[in-house]
């Protein structure tokens, strides 16, 4: 199994409409990241939590919202979503905990790609 | 603020060719340096990392990374390229201190032909 999850892999949406992309994982990380990519602008961070009572909001968080359920439970949430929304979205973990050459490496999980129309 | 720079968009190479991605970085520290692999439907993997010491580091499927301080690289490598290396590579660079975050360069797509 991954050990990261994101659901649903796939989802069109019409305007206007709320919709919430989750994110699991057993990888027992504190550290949850949301991003977004779009063609040509490389990746991009939205929201970021280093543990359930800490969040964090990233380069691009307009539009969006968040909310760690859980240690292992990430979701994202676009209240009125629009077309400029439609992007690919990624869901990574990290473990500072796992040593000083873990801090930053982070493990991604396999994206959901959202079409806003 | 750190940043990264992919100057290349698109490279092609023929199969069995060599390959060096350029990636130059931005941070007032040693920076923590990482290439990431995605190929088509999936998801960002990792094939290297860099913290400190030795600055050629050796990563997965044969490839390779050399931290240049004086020129802000971190170059990435592999002598020998397959088809099935064909996929957007993306640079990144992480934060010390207790704020981790990763900054990613926009990318660069690798077409093989074979």
């Known amino acids: 199994d991954a050990d990261v999850t994101q659901t649903p892999r796939n989802r069109i949406t019409k305007t206007g409409k709320r919709i919430m992309l989750e994110c699991s994982q057993t990888k027992g990380h504190d550290r949850m990241y949301w991003y977004r990519q779009d063609p040509g602008l490389g990746l991009r961070l939205i929201y970021y939590s280093f543990d359930v009572k800490d969040i964090n909001k990233g380069e691009i968080s307009d539009g969006y919202s968040v909310s760690r359920q859980a240690q292992a439970k990430f979701s994202l949430s676009l209240e009125s979503a629009i077309p400029n929304q439609t992007a690919l979205y990624f869901c990574a973990t990290s473990d500072p905990a796992g040593g000083y050459s873990s801090y930053n490496e982070q493990f991604f999980g396999p994206g959901t790609r959202l079409t806003v129309l | 603020a750190q940043s990264v720079t992919q100057p290349d968009i698109h490279i092609t190479v023929s199969e069995g060719a060599s390959l060096e991605l350029r990636c130059n970085y931005s941070?007032?520290?040693?920076?923590?340096l990482f290439w990431y692999v995605q190929s088509p439907g999936q998801g960002l993997q990792l094939l290297l990392k860099y913290f400190s010491g030795d600055t050629l580091v050796q990563g997965i499927k044969g490839f390779e990374a050399e931290f240049k301080r004086s020129q802000s690289s971190f170059n990435l490598r592999k002598p020998s390229v397959h088809w099935s290396d064909a996929a957007e590579y993306f640079c990144a660079v992480g934060s010390g201190g207790s704020n981790y975050k990763l900054t990613f360069g926009k990318g660069t797509l690798l077409t093989v032909n074979p």
């Open positions: 941070y007032g520290a040693t920076p923590y």
